[in-house]
C-alpha cells in the first residue's frame, strides 16, 4: 500500500477541536430518498462557520469518467469548472459544541488506503467517535415509524437498539470498510441507516433525513439542526398523501404494507418506535432490495451519459442567445 498520509493534507490542525466526533456522509453508494444528501445539506446550510481542517486529493481517488464533474461552456469557451472535492470541515451544532464533517464523493478507488487515512486522521485530530450516515430502502410503509438500523465497532454503542439481521451480504461501500478497519484498530465507529419505503426510494424523503440527524446527534451527544428538514418533511408528507389518493395501485400497495407492519409489529410488541418487530425480512430480502436500488440507479446514470455522450459526439455545442 502507497502511504496513506500522501492522499491528503491538513489544512488546520487547531487544537481547539477538543475529542470531536466525525460525522461521514458520502455519495456515490447507497442513498435511497436522498435522505444522507438531505441531512448533509441540513448541516451544510445550518449557519454555522464551516472551517476546512483536511482535503484530501480527489485525482488519486475519484473516477471521473463513472462521474463526470460538471464543465459550464459559455458561447465560444469553457467558463468554469466544477470539482470534485472530498473536505473534512469544522462546524458547530446549535449549541456551539464543534464537531467535524467528512464528505463528498465515496472513493472509486484506493478503499484500503483511503481507510488507512481516515485512521490517521482519527488519531491525528484526536477523534473519539466516528457515525456513517445512509439510507436503504426498504418494504416498509410510509404511514408508520421510520426505522433504523444501527451498527458500531463495540456493542456498547449500538445499546438500546434490537439488530433487525443476523447475517446478511450486502454490496461493499468505502464507508462501510472504514468503519470495519477502523474497529480492528481499536476506534470507535458507528453508523445509522435510515429505512425508506421502497416506493419512495427516488424520491427526496426529508422525513427520514430528519430521523437520521435525530438519531446521530443523540449518539454524539450533538444539538444538530432538523428544522429546514420537519418544514420539508410535512410540505412532502402532503405531496405523498395526494399522490397516494390519486393511485389505486399505490393505495393497495401502501395497505398491503400497512398490513403487514402491524401484523408484524403486533407479534412483539412496541420497540419505542424504532421500527418494525416480529418477523423481520430476510437478509437476502434486504440485500436484494439494495441490489436492486443499485442497478435501477445506475442503469439510470448510464443512460444518461449514454445520452450526454451522443450529444457531444452528435451534435455541435448551441448557438449563444
Keep these: 500500500m502507497q502511504e496513506p498520509a500522501e492522499l491528503y493534507e491538513i489544512v488546520d490542525d487547531t487544537p481547539a477541536l477538543g475529542e470531536?466526533?466525525?460525522?461521514?456522509?458520502?455519495?456515490?453508494?447507497v442513498d435511497a430518498g436522498n435522505a444522507a444528501r438531505l441531512a448533509l445539506e441540513a448541516l451544510e446550510t445550518s449557519g454555522s462557520e464551516s472551517r476546512t481542517v483536511v482535503r484530501f486529493d480527489v485525482d488519486q481517488l475519484v473516477d471521473y469518467r463513472s462521474r463526470r464533474p460538471p464543465l459550464r461552456f459559455e458561447a465560444d469557451r469553457w467558463a468554469a469548472y466544477e470539482a470534485p472535492r472530498l473536505d473534512i470541515v469544522a462546524l458547530t451544532d446549535n449549541s456551539e459544541a464543534s464537531y467535524l464533517l467528512l464528505s463528498g464523493p465515496e472513493p472509486d478507488t484506493q478503499w484500503e488506503r483511503f481507510s488507512a487515512a481516515v485512521e490517521q486522521l482519527v488519531?491525528?485530530?484526536?477523534?473519539r467517535l466516528v457515525i456513517n450516515l445512509t439510507a436503504i430502502p426498504m418494504a416498509v410503509p410510509h404511514t408508520r415509524p421510520i426505522?433504523?438500523?444501527?451498527h458500531g465497532t463495540r456493542p456498547e454503542?449500538?445499546?438500546g437498539h434490537e439488530a433487525w439481521f443476523a447475517t446478511a451480504e450486502v454490496p461493499g461501500s468505502a464507508v462501510a470498510l472504514m468503519e470495519f478497519r477502523l474497529g480492528e484498530a481499536g476506534h470507535d465507529a458507528m453508523g445509522f441507516a435510515v429505512h425508506v419505503p421502497h416506493y419512495l426510494a427516488r424520491a427526496e424523503y426529508p422525513q427520514a433525513a430528519?430521523?437520521?440527524?435525530?438519531?446521530?446527534?443523540?449518539?454524539a451527544g450533538l444539538y444538530l439542526p432538523t428544522e429546514s428538514l420537519s418544514a420539508a418533511a410535512k410540505r412532502a408528507e402532503s405531496e405523498i398523501a395526494e399522490q397516494v389518493a390519486g393511485s389505486e395501485e399505490v393505495t393497495q400497495v401502501v395497505r398491503a404494507?400497512?398490513?403487514?407492519?402491524?401484523?408484524?409489529?403486533?407479534?412483539?410488541?412496541?420497540?419505542?418506535g424504532l421500527g418494525l418487530a416480529g418477523e423481520l425480512p430476510s437478509a437476502d430480502e434486504l440485500a436484494a432490495e439494495v441490489e436492486k436500488f443499485l442497478a435501477d440507479r445506475d442503469g439510470a446514470d448510464r443512460d444518461g451519459a449514454d445520452r450526454d455522450g451522443a450529444d457531444q459526439d452528435?451534435?455541435?455545442p448551441p448557438p449563444a442567445p
Excluded at 430528519?210 to 449518539?219: K, N, P, Q
Design 157 to 159: 454503542l449500538t445499546e
Design 20 to 29: 470531536p466526533v466525525l460525522l461521514v456522509a458520502l455519495d456515490g453508494f
Design 314 to 316: 452528435d451534435e455541435p
Design 123 to 127: 488519531q491525528r485530530l484526536g477523534v
Design 210 to 219: 430528519r430521523v437520521l440527524l435525530d438519531h446521530v446527534g443523540i449518539a
Design 147 to 150: 426505522g433504523v438500523t444501527v
Design 257 to 272: 404494507l400497512e398490513r403487514q407492519y402491524d401484523t408484524v409489529s403486533s407479534g412483539r410488541g412496541d420497540r419505542g
